[in-house]
C-alpha cells in the first residue's frame, strides 16, 4: 500500500506559477513511477506529467511541454510539479499516482494508487 497527499493547490492569475507536491508513505516510494493527473468539470481525467523510478526519464502532455516540471526526491518521497506561465484552461484538480508498473505510463487505469487531489484554480 502506497498513501499519497497531495498540497500545494490554489487560486493564481493567468501567468502565474504553483508548486504541487505529493508526500509519499508506506511502501518503498523508489519502487514506483510517478505522475501528475488532472480532471476539469465535464472532462475526463488526463495525464499532465510522469516520471520513472529512477527520476531519468519524463514524459508531458503537450499542452504543458515548456511550462510544467515534475521532479522527485527519493530521500523526501515527494514528488513535486512545477507549473508555470499557468493559463486559465490548466484549471482542475490534480492528483498524483503512483505506478508500479515499468517505464512511462500515461492511461490513468496502469496507475494503481491515488491521492485526494487538490483543486488549482486559474483565473484571467
Known amino acids: 500500500q502506497v498513501q499519497l497527499v497531495e498540497s500545494g493547490g490554489g487560486l493564481v492569475q493567468a501567468g502565474g506559477s504553483l508548486r504541487l507536491s505529493c508526500a509519499a508513505s508506506g511502501r518503498a516510494f523508489s519502487s514506483y513511477a510517478m505522475g501528475w493527473f488532472r480532471q476539469a468539470p465535464g472532462k475526463e481525467r488526463s495525464i499532465v506529467a510522469s516520471i520513472t523510478r529512477s527520476g531519468d526519464s519524463t514524459y508531458y502532455a503537450d499542452s504543458v511541454k515548456g511550462r510544467f516540471t515534475i521532479s522527485r526526491d527519493i530521500a523526501k518521497n515527494t514528488v513535486y510539479l512545477q507549473m508555470d506561465s499557468l493559463k486559465p484552461e490548466d484549471t482542475a484538480v490534480y492528483y498524483c499516482?503512483?505506478?508500479?508498473?515499468?517505464?512511462?505510463?500515461?492511461?490513468?487505469?496502469?496507475?494503481?494508487?491515488w491521492g485526494q487531489g487538490t483543486q488549482v484554480t486559474v483565473s484571467s
Open positions: 499516482a503512483a505506478d508500479g508498473g515499468f517505464g512511462i505510463r500515461w492511461r490513468p487505469v496502469d496507475y494503481d494508487y
